[in-house]
Structures are given as C-alpha cells and as structure tokens.
C-alpha cells in the first residue's frame, strides 16, 4: 500500500526528546522557546508563539487582534473546519467567500463583494501548501484598514517571490503529524507585532504575565517541551521534506498532464508550492467519477484523500447556523478533489505507478 500520508521520526526527534525526558522540564520550557525564537527565523518574523495546536493558534490569533462578537471574517468554505471555527470561538461570524479553481484559495474579487462595515478581518487559508492569493490579500487589507490572518497550516515553508506565508500578515501553522512538519500535535502563530506577541503569550497561559497573576481570560493552549523537541528536529529537515514533496509533484503532473479528464495543480510564478497535498480534479472526461476513481486506487493499494467532500458552509453545523451560501466554485471542487501521495517516502518508482494506475482507469 503507497499511504496518503507518512510522518517521517527519526534518530535525531528520539535524541531530543530523550534528552527532555532527562531534564525533568516536560512541560512549557527552554525547547518551546528555543523553537520559537528558531521557527521565527525561518519564517522571517520577529516573533513565533507555540500553541497546542494549529486550531488553539488560530484562535488566539484572532482574539490578539481583538476580534469579539458581532465582527465579521472572511474566509473560505473549501479547508478544514477548524479554520471557521476559529472564528466562531471568538463569538464572531465567519462569511465565506468563494474561491478560484486554479488555486482552490479565495477568489480576491469574490472577496472584495463580502467587505460590510462590520468586516475586521480576512482570513485565507493556503490550501495544500499553496499561498496563492496572499500578497494581493495583504494589499487589500492594507486599502481597508482590515486584520490579515494567514491561515498557513498547511504551508510551512511556502512562499511568494521568497516571502514565505506566514510573515505578510499574522500567521498561524498546525504540527500535526501529516503536516510537511509535526510535532506529534501542535501550533505556532507568527508575527512582527509587539503587542500582538505579547498578547498571544497570554491568552496561551490563563491570561498571565506572571505566574498565578492574571490579568484576562486565558486559556491553556500551552506546548510542551516534548513537542517542542520533535519540532526542532524536524524543522532541520524540512527544507529537504519540502524538496522532495515538489520533485514527487513534478513527476506526477508530468504523468498525469497527459491522461484527458484530470486537472493537476497549477503553481503560478514565483510561488513556492510545498504540497501538503498533491491535489487533481477529476472531471467528466475521464469516464469514471471521483469516488469511483478512489475506490479503483483502493484496489490498486494507492492510498488517497479526499480534501475537502463538503464545504463548510454546507456542513450541518453552519447549516444549523443559518448559513444558506451559494458557492458554486467550492462546491463543484469538493465533488472533484482528490489528492494522492506524494509525501517524501514517496519513490520514483511509486509515482510511475501511481501515475500508471490512473491512466489505466480512465474510461
């Protein structure tokens, strides 16, 4: 079976959490601040704060820039829930605006009609590792004095002419074990504000500066050192995670450019595209659906994923809610997606194969 997924640990992940376990500081300690200081350098930011997770970052992200109850965010439908629900945590309204098939990110224009007078934020999602979409969104928010959250959970490492997501607005990024990076489970939010730091530190730790001394509510979105220690032997290698996971989508589009009915990933100029996931549509001109083309990859032992079936706006949760959207892009790619390996375990052999098993079941 060639999985859709594979977390890579190795030695060196085992030395530096054996050497915490040695330590007897297990919890927030020197290896969370060491992976910050070295996490904000590798993005390029004066500041990263690790969180619990890449949901808990998102959250404290937005209450740092104080958003609350009745403001509004645009977001996408078409990613992980936990995006939106970010934004509902915070008592406030995620609105959703559509995305643009090439990239599967938000569609600027689409945004730019979602702006009222009780927007404070935008909030796009760099969906599979491709931040597609950010610079312009950062100019825009700029022009309407609007709070940018980068949601760049999946695009540890990607960029835009050499300025990687997550450091041209404030950006959050999950470490759980799919990612191109993990630390078993965790978050880290990224930026160049004082006060915003400041602020997130706080809210991580039950609203306190000082220990048992609390001046707002907080939370205990704390990472420990145990996590951290993973992280840092992981982020050594992430470059060459990232070179690996683009080498395997180059051969895979290469093949499968050719096979009539799938659409491959466009990567723009200039981006940097880390592939979280290897992400084709699957149309009406290959002869078989998307769900059939999973189930005759199944039986190939190729291991597949579907991100995302359903957008959130058509889940019951925001059904229940009120939401009654018509996003026809988002809605026509759910039906279409699928991604397929290409994670650093990947071989060439494995690709051709992959590649092989599609071109033979087209219909």
């Known amino acids: 079976m060639i999985p859709i997924a594979k977390p890579l640990i190795g030695e060196r992940e085992k030395q530096l959490v054996m050497e915490v376990l040695g330590s007897g500081v297990i919890a927030q300690g020197p290896r969370v601040k ?25 959250h404290i992200a937005l209450l740092a820039h104080g958003i609350k109850p009745g403001d509004e965010i645009i977001t996408t439908p078409f990613t992980f829930i936990a995006s939106a629900n970010s934004i509902l945590y915070c008592g406030a309204k995620p609105v959703f605006a559509d995305i643009s098939k090439d990239s599967f990110n938000l569609d600027i224009e689409q945004v730019k009609k979602k702006i009222t007078e009780k927007t404070k934020a935008i909030m796009p999602v ?14 825009l928010s700029c022009e309407k004095n609007l709070v940018l959250i980068e949601d760049a959970c999946q695009a540890h490492g990607s960029s835009i002419n050499d300025k990687k997501a997550g450091s041209y607005g404030t950006g959050a990024f999950s470490f759980y074990p799919t990612k191109n990076m993990t630390t078993g489970e965790g978050g880290m939010v990224t930026t160049d504000d004082d006060a915003i730091d400041a602020k997130m530190r706080m809210l ?42 683009i ?29 979280h996931q290897y992400t084709i549509r699957v149309t009406g001109d290959y002869g078989r659906t998307r769900d059939e083309l999973v189930n005759f990859l199944k039986e190939k032992g190729i291991g597949t994923g579907v991100h995302y079936p359903l957008p959130i706006h058509k889940q019951a949760v925001y059904m ?16 279409e997606v699928v991604s397929l390996p290409v994670h650093p375990s990947v071989c060439e052999k494995d690709i051709d194969f992959i590649v092989e098993s599609i071109a033979s079941g087209k219909k």
């Open 247 to 275: 080498r395997n989508a180059g051969l895979l589009t290469k093949g499968l450019s050719k096979v009539d009915g799938i659409i491959t990933p466009r990567v723009d100029p200039g981006v940097r595209h880390v592939f």
């Open 320 to 335: 229940n809610l009120g939401y009654r959207d018509s996003l026809p892009a988002a809605e026509q790619m759910a039906k």
């Open 34 to 58: 060491e992976f910050e200081e070295r996490y904000a350098k590798y993005i390029g930011t004066r500041f990263a704060v690790a969180a619990s997770s890449g949901t808990t970052a998102l």
């Open 204 to 245: 991580r730790e039950h609203g306190s500066k000082i220990r048992y001394y609390h001046e707002i509510l907080g939370y205990n979105f704390r990472m420990t050192d145990i996590n951290a220690a993973i992280g840092l032997a992981q982020l050594e290698r992430l470059e060459d995670f990232n070179s690996a996971r």
């Open 126 to 139: 760099h969906l599979y590792g491709n931040p597609t979409g950010v610079a312009e969104l950062s100019d």
